[in-house]
């Protein structure tokens, strides 16, 4: 009679053939380490990108769109939504898209405040020095740097007990005087970040045209309908996650272009000596060194939807106090290096630190380039 069950096979072997209960148990499980490990090295920059793309998207504490869309939505999150008053749906649509945004652990949340924080602004550093001197200039960036410590760790803390944004904050501690007063420099603030991202895009730019391909510079004016016409498409954009290869770019991008400086700033002072024309004051325009030195700590709107996506909210402040310090101690190490390295009268003619570095060598053209 034929074997109808299919065990023949199976009970014509030995018992060391058949595979045991724990041998099969224990591949799954080497398996399953296996997977986890992969999982593991690929979801730190994912995790990370995410991350900063949550925190663009909820930049000053916004609490979400209720015109988003809701395909990643499960059926108790949607019937959640479609239940919620108008008043609380922002708030809950916020913190579902916060669960699905995921949690990043504290050394990637370094990570985040630390790029969220460190921009153009270091360029313009050592032109800061030079307007201010570099006592005055150093005194100015340590004293930013403990009234936004102080900021920043408030802000934690009443966002903790009020879910709201920023200028819902302002409501609340002061009435609509204090919404429309917070509202009004949040938009004067986002205007003068864009003026200089301009001015930077188009010096650059120029830069590269005139010192790499021998060409005439060409309009500012040109040069800022041109980024008008990039950037306002991307801006419509509601999933901002699918640039998150960018945000990784962007990252390794700003650990290079300062390398790449501060090698060429060493280089001169090792050539040429320190320079002798600096100054400890600069009485003429010590005053501009204030405002490049609030300039710098440019990263106060990420502070809210990065604590948001930490695994540790516990200890984020003293993470956020930690980047601060760090970003601190870089910039005056990069702004009074550069300042001693080319001297006053060479880092007064160029706003930006790369206009003094040699333009036709490659280092220099890709740094202005990715930057």
């Not at 516990?314 to 390295?341: E, M, R």
Request: net charge neutral; aromatic share 12%.
């Amino acid at each position: 009679m034929a074997d109808q069950t299919g065990l023949t096979p199976l009970l014509n072997k030995t018992d060391e053939e058949i595979p045991s209960e724990h041998d099969s148990n224990t591949h799954e499980d080497r398996n399953s380490r296996r997977r986890r490990k992969s999982y593991k090295k690929n979801n730190i920059t994912s995790s990370m990108a995410k991350a900063e793309a949550y925190a663009a998207r909820h930049a000053y504490g916004e609490v979400g769109d209720d015109t988003e869309e809701e395909s990643d939505l499960n059926e108790e999150e949607i019937r959640r939504l479609q239940e919620a008053t108008p008043d609380t749906r922002k708030k809950l649509k916020s913190e579902i898209d916060g669960d699905h945004t995921g949690k990043i652990g504290p050394f990637s949340t370094f990570f985040t405040l630390f790029k969220g924080f460190v921009a153009t602004g270091v360029l313009f550093l050592p032109k800061g020095f030079a307007s201010g001197g570099w006592f005055f200039t150093s005194f100015a960036l340590v004293l930013c740097s403990i009234l936004t410590i102080f900021a920043s760790v408030k802000l934690v803390q009443t966002r903790l007990k009020h879910r709201v944004s920023f200028s819902e904050i302002g409501r609340k501690a002061f009435g609509l005087p204090g919404k429309i007063a917070v509202d009004f420099f949040l938009a004067v603030t986002q205007f003068l970040f864009v003026t200089a991202y301009i001015g930077f895009i188009s010096g650059s730019v120029n830069n590269i045209l005139v010192n790499t391909f021998k060409t005439d510079p060409i309009n500012v004016w040109i040069i800022g309908a041109v980024c008008f016409a990039i950037y306002t498409p991307l801006c419509w954009v509601r999933k901002i996650e699918k640039f998150a290869f960018f945000h990784i770019f962007a990252d390794i991008a700003i650990a290079i272009g300062l390398i790449v400086i501060m090698i060429y700033g060493t280089k001169n002072a090792v050539n040429n000596g320190f320079a002798s024309d600096v100054e400890l004051i600069n009485n003429k325009t010590f005053l501009t060194a204030i405002g490049l030195a609030a300039y710098t700590f440019e990263g106060v709107g990420l502070i809210v939807p990065v604590m948001e996506t930490t695994s540790r909210p516990d200890i984020y402040p003293h993470i956020l106090s930690g980047v601060i310090l760090l970003i601190t101690f870089i910039y005056l190490f990069f702004g009074n290096w550069l300042y001693f390295s080319y001297g006053k009268t060479e880092v007064a003619k160029h706003p930006l630190v790369t206009d003094m570095l040699p333009a036709d060598e490659i280092p220099i053209v890709i740094v202005d380039i990715v930057w």
